[in-house]
């Protein structure tokens, strides 16, 4: 297994570990950790929630119930690895660069509401674009968030028993290439954008800094390590 790089901020809140591992991550690798770590709550082995903030090697993934007419190749020659998982929506592509967010969170202590669930991510991404002096902003009936018409921030999650996998992804300095091989998220409409655009001096590390305290702010965490 890698080294997972562990965060030791401390807040009041729901005991979480957050994860950072540095290198890129393959996504069947991260994709183990969450399910690892679902079973430990389901089975009472850990108290613990978990977080982690990564960086994927470039794949595609399709939701449970996507569409292949949203890949613009060829499935049995995809220009990078295909997956097909767990969570809802529609095709999206990881790539370096793009800031991943995945959260097993028990949402009992929370609210047992994906809705609410699904627009605290947002307002966890929103909240971040906020911090680096842009202005983010959801679409009517849509999932994810916006950015001068175009979309920054993507949003897939599944979930059993309350208990949450999968998460959000922050484009913040990536190649957009692979995205023109597929409609991302099934939207024709709505073009991808990349946070370097606007903010040309933008570092990775500014991001995740930002993205750990909108984190603690949305869902009250306890970071442990």
């Known amino acids: ?6 965060n030791d901020l401390l807040e009041e809140g729901s005991s979480t570990i957050l994860f950072e591992p540095r290198e890129l991550i393959d996504f069947q690798i991260a994709w183990n950790w969450q399910k690892d770590w679902q ?32 890949l613009l190749f060829d499935i049995e020659n995809p220009p990078f690895e295909l997956f097909r998982i767990d969570r809802g929506g529609e095709v999206t592509h990881h790539v370096p660069g793009q800031l991943v967010v995945y959260l097993v969170l028990d949402l009992g202590r929370y609210k047992t509401d994906l809705n609410w669930y699904l627009r605290q991510l947002e307002n966890v991404l929103i909240d971040v674009l906020d911090g680096i002096g842009l202005t983010g902003y959801r679409i009517n009936g849509m999932t994810g968030v916006w950015c001068n018409n175009e979309k920054v921030g993507s949003i897939g999650i599944s979930c059993r028993r309350w208990i949450t996998q ?60």
């Not at 709550?41 to 569409?67: K, P, V």
């Not at 991808?192 to 570092?203: I, V």
């Open 166 to 225: 999968h998460g959000m992804s922050l484009n913040v300095d990536c190649d957009l290439s692979g995205f023109n091989n597929i409609v991302p998220c099934g939207l024709h409409d709505y073009p991808t954008g990349c946070l370097k655009k606007w903010c040309p001096d933008l570092k990775m590390e500014e991001v995740r800094l930002l993205m750990k305290k909108c984190l603690l702010k949305r869902f009250g965490l306890l970071w442990t390590y």
């Open 1 to 6: 297994m890698h080294n997972l790089a562990k």
């Open 39 to 70: 079973k430990k709550l389901f089975t009472g082995q850990t108290q613990d929630q978990a977080i982690w903030m990564l960086e994927h090697s470039s794949c595609y993934t399709l939701g449970r119930s996507a569409t292949t007419e949203n």
